[in-house]
């Protein structure tokens, strides 16, 4: 299995615009972190999790040329605003794009991109077909998902496992069942906004608490501010087994 970061930014991207802190002028191209989004390759399928603003830039960006699935987190516009480049790969793939998300990720979905699902077809329009999910296992084209329960503040997450590979966006609280849905992953991907802390999200050391709780093989964080402070500094101070992801970086998962 390969994953690719798409983008490892929290909802205003870094760098900020109009912002002139250290983080925000970084030559280093590690600190500029569009809106959070992976890609997962696995057994010749090709899904993303999220379709941020950016999405048509990090589908150029990483050549990506065929979309099996877009399974979604939560509805909040910095991982569904993308959503109508799909037209892209409705055109290549001749299909309707096959999405998954909770009733109310669906419902929110179908309220911001309401042409999109209009009675009265209209030619170039994104197609999309809602494929309702709760937080139980599916298969997706023969695959299995575990959909990972979490809350962000206080609205319903989902992060996913697929095989050894778990992802957890926006979220500030992990219930046990979900911590044992995460036992023995190879790869926890975890959300660390900043340093101070947040309403919704975790900061950089309640993510080192749950890294080490769960204690993967390896832990990537994602989701990140300008606030949290440059990829370079930042990295000096983790742990061994816990790195911040940037966009481009690819990873393996068994
Ligand atoms: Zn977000
Ligand atoms: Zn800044
Ligand atoms: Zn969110």
């Known amino acids: 299995m390969k994953i690719t970061f798409l983008g490892t930014g929290t909802s205003q991207g870094v760098p900020v615009i109009g912002c002139t802190c250290e983080v925000c002028q970084s030559l280093d191209y590690r600190d500029k972190r ?7 390759e696995v057994e010749n399928q090709s899904f993303v ?3 941020g603003p950016d999405f048509r830039q990090q589908m150029l960006r990483e ?11 939560h509805a909040h516009r910095d991982h569904t605003a993308g959503l ?21 990720v669906l419902d929110q979905l179908e309220v911001e991109f309401a042409y999109a699902f209009a009675k009265e077809y209209y030619p170039g329009i994104p197609r999309i077909s809602l494929n309702q999910i709760d937080g139980a296992d599916f298969s997706l084209n023969g695959i299995n998902i575990t959909p ?16 050894n590979f778990s992802y957890i966006t926006d979220a500030n609280f992990i219930p046990d069942e979900t911590i044992e849905k995460l036992n023995g992953t190879e790869i926890l991907v975890l959300n660390a906004l900043q340093r101070a802390e947040h309403i919704s999200h975790f900061n950089l050391q309640q993510a080192l608490a749950v890294a080490e709780k769960i204690n993967a093989g390896h832990t990537y964080l994602i989701h990140i501010s300008h606030k949290l402070g440059s990829h370079a500094d930042v990295t000096k101070e983790l742990p061994t087994k816990v790195s911040l992801a940037f966009d481009g970086l690819q990873i393996s998962a068994s």
């Open 84 to 104: 109508d480049d799909v037209r892209a790969y409705n055109f290549i793939q001749q299909m309707d794009m096959p999405v998954y998300g909770t009733k109310p």
């Open 34 to 40: 569009l809106r959070t989004s992976v890609h997962i």
């Open 148 to 163: 990972l329960p979490v809350m962000h503040l206080k609205m319903p997450v989902l992060g996913f496992r697929i095989k």
């Open 63 to 73: 050549r990506i040329k065929k979309i099996d699935a877009v399974l979604f987190t």
């Open 49 to 51: 999790i999220d379709t």
